[in-house]
Structure formats: C-alpha cells, structure tokens
C-alpha cells in the first residue's frame, strides 16, 4: 500500500491511497488540475482513479467533486446526507455517478476495503477511512472533532495513520479568530490539538504503527515545526512523523 498528501488543511484537501490494484481519492478540496499535476509528478494518472471518497461537506473536502467527476470520470462515494448539505455549501455542478454509502458501513473495491467511521465533526454526517487491503491497515483521521470514544482502540490497529493536528492552544488562545471561531475549533465538534493527536499516539498506538502523517494543521494557530516539537517532546524519540503540507504534494508514503 502506497499513500500521497496531494494537499491538507482548511485551504483544501485531497489524499491518494494505492493498494491491491485499486486506486482511490480521499475527498476533493482542491482543484482538479493541481490533483492532476501532483499525481503526476509521482507517476500516478488521475484518469486512472477507481473513486473519489468524501469525509464530510465543507467545502475544503467536497468543493471540485464535481469536476474530478466531469473532467476526469470519477464516480464520487459520498454519504446521501453529505451531499445534500454540500449543494448548500458550494456550487458542485452537474453530479451524474454518485454512490452513496452510510457512514458506518464498508465500502468494497476488488479485495481492498474501505471502512468508514462516523465522527462527531460538526458537520452532516461526517466520516474518517480506514483503508484495509493486502494485510494493511492505513487510517485517514482527519476533523475528528474531538478524541472521541474507540478512537484509540481505532489507532492501535493501523500500520500507518494519517492524523489530524490542527492547532496549538496558546496560539489560538491568542490568535486573531473572533471568540466563536476559537470555541468551535477547540470544542467539540471541532478539531483536535498538537497534544491531544500525541497523547492519543502516545497512548494507542501499537506495536504495528510504522508510522504518522500530522495532517489538517491550522495557518493560523500552528506550524510544521510546532506540530512536530509537541509530537516529539510526547512521543518516543525515534519514532516516524510526517507533516502534510497545506501547500504541495508529499513524498510516496509507503504502508
């Protein structure tokens, strides 16, 4: 199993996971031409994706689902509910292959299953992945909302995570968002911390975990090097961390 960060964070979001022959994306917040342009810096042809799989309906997941699909045929798996608040959100276009699926259930591609996990994001039935396909386990753990109940049972059996690590407290506490923005990020429909994403590493997870990708951190209340300081000084020393990049595509990540 192979997984790429096309882009994460509030500017849009999109992640390309490889395994058992199947080729899937995780949510299409970003434009379909610089979707294609990274896949291809990594040899990968966008044309050649099985499905296009959203989390929830803000717009920095779900915004060009409609033109992966127009441009490029990609049948878009979305929750019935999602899209419905979506097309409220943002003009999606035309959508003529829409799969619906229930956060909660399974979704099958050949011998490799997606597995989706209701979160208690303040959105309209939101869900987070886990990607299960040739004895692999690989988790797409992104606008949790908060550390809630069997997330960590969740962590500890994953090869690999892709984990949210969307603020430092202090820099919200005393950063220029309005009062309501700052109490729904850090509440409970929101986004988890720097140190709640290490505390739930620290705690869960196990021996099989090869490694973790902090992902969906904040402009303005965070930075690569403090996700990754806060991680560190909770976290054992050598163990694997990845930043994604609100900007550019990563590297090839290998589960």
Known sequence: M???????GSNGNCIYVET??????FDAGISGAAAEERLARH???IRQVDAVIISHDHGDHIR???VFQRKYGLPVHVTARTLAAARSRCELGRLHDIRNF?????????????HTVPTPHDSDDGAAFVIEGNGKRLGILTDL?????????????LDAVFLESN?????LKNGPYPRYLKQRIKGPGGHISNAEAAEL??????PRLRWACLAHLSEQNNSPDLALRTHREILVPDFPLHVASRYAVSGIFVV
């Open 2 to 8: 192979i997984a790429i960060s096309l882009q994460s």
């Open 20 to 25: 058992g022959g199947v080729k899937l994306l």
């Open 43 to 45: 040899g990968r042809d």
């Open 64 to 66: 060009c689902a409609g």
């Open 102 to 114: 229930k956060a909660g259930g399974t979704l099958r591609f050949k011998d490799v299953s997606v």
């Open 145 to 157: 909302g908060h550390v809630f109940s069997d997330l960590g049972r969740l962590v500890s059996s």
């Open 167 to 171: 603020y430092d407290p202090e820099m």
């Open 201 to 206: 590493l620290r705690s869960a997870a196990g």
